[in-house]
């Protein structure tokens, strides 16, 4: 009998053995999948910065009549902070920076690019990071195309030491 119960747990574990050989190989697989994904979510972050940029130098070149919309308040606070920047920003650091929410700092980006204004963006992660075009920069610079406020400068830039 003793030998009987033996024979019948070496089964049972060369069957276990073999699940665990299953197991171990989907495992395997899974992890392999995804690294692939991982690897193509990197080249799509790469594309879309890409397309953005391509879209910016493709697209309808923008005249300063076009350029000069007229922005809210709330709008040239944004653009205010974007246009201090000397690097990169999130728009949560935006929304930190200004007191407003999350929401409502993507809700003026969205408005600044939908009225031209080159509003770029580079995929870091899962983190977008937000940066004005260097010649609109420097055009806004030389002549004020977008007639902001002399006052919300001074505010932002004094106050909140952007």
Same mark, same amino acid.
């Given at each position: ?7 019948? !747990? ?20 899974? *992890? ?22 391509? +879209? ?18 709330? =709008?040239?606070?944004? !653009?205010?902070?974007?246009?201090? *920047?000397?690097?990169? &920003?999130?728009?949560?650091? &935006?929304? /930190?920076?200004?007191? !407003?929410?999350?929401?409502?700092? +993507? /809700? ?8 031209? &204004? ?17 010649? !609109? ?12 406020? =002399?006052? &919300?400068?001074? *505010? ?7």
């Amino acid at each position: 009998m003793h030998s009987g119960i033996k024979l019948s !747990f070496n089964k049972i574990k060369g069957e276990l053995d073999v699940h665990l050989d299953s197991i171990n190989q989907n495992t395997s697989e899974i *992890q392999n999948i995804y690294d692939y994904l991982q690897d193509l979510d990197s080249k799509i972050e790469k594309l879309n910065e890409r397309i953005d940029e391509l +879209n910016m130098f493709v697209g309808p070149k923008m005249t300063e009549e076009q350029l000069s919309a007229d922005l809210t308040h709330r =709008e040239q606070e944004v !653009f205010v902070v974007l246009y201090a *920047q000397e690097d990169k &920003i999130t728009a949560k650091d &935006i929304a /930190r920076k200004l007191g !407003f929410s999350d929401e409502m700092v +993507n /809700r003026y980006i969205y408005n600044l690019i939908t009225k031209g &204004i080159p509003v770029l963006k580079q995929y870091e992660g899962d983190t977008v990071h937000l940066y004005l075009d260097l010649k !609109f920069k420097n055009l806004q610079a030389k002549k004020n195309i977008l007639k902001i406020d =002399e006052s &919300i400068f001074k *505010q932002l830039l004094s106050d909140r030491a952007i």
